[in-house]
């Protein structure tokens, strides 16, 4: 993916310059021709001097109907990116799981540090509010966070959205499951 942001950037780079470069000759050329037009009659010189002008005019042109183009086409990506709302729902998602969770530790009177992730997800495990499965789950959704918070490489998109799901349901769990220390305290006396 950065491969190929860059290779559209340097596209669009040169097509910058054609526009500049073509719309600069083309004026140059133009202002060659008006200024030998004294005469009436048609040289060699005029006409390349035309030709000139044309060609440059018409490069500036296509390359700034390409940026244009190019624009609105970047814009429709990114507000239609499926891949940029997956993406956003993972953090969303996330987000509700760091504060759920830390909201249920306080809720439980648990010392631990909320501004770690890890801590939260070991402090949940040993309150057995999570699985193991969750835990590794957990893991893997901050790996695949991290990936795209700092944009390491691009995720499969499936599996962004396979995520998401999955932290949702470990975080509605969290929010609803009887800590076992308690389950043990209500239990009856044998």
Known sequence: MTQRRANGHRVRLAFQLYAVGGALVGIVALALYFLRQLRVTLTTADIAILVT?????????????????????????ICNDHYVVAASNLLAEWLRFE???????????VDFNPASVRDIVAHLYA????????????????????????????????????????????????????????????????
């Open 99 to 109: 504060a759920g969770g830390r909201g249920r530790l306080e809720q439980l009177h």
């Open 53 to 77: 002008a044309g060609v440059g005019l018409a490069i500036s042109a296509i390359s700034i109907a390409y940026l244009a183009v190019a624009r609105v086409r970047a814009r429709a990506s």
């Open 127 to 190: 309150r057995r509010l999570i699985s193991q499965v969750d835990r590794e789950i957990l893991n893997e959704a901050l790996r695949l966070r991290n990936e795209l918070v700092h944009g390491r490489s691009l995720a499969d998109r499936r599996r962004v959205d396979n995520m998401a799901l999955m932290v949702r349901e470990i975080t509605r769990r969290v929010q609803s499951v009887t800590p076992a220390c308690e389950r043990e305290q209500g239990a009856p006396a044998h």
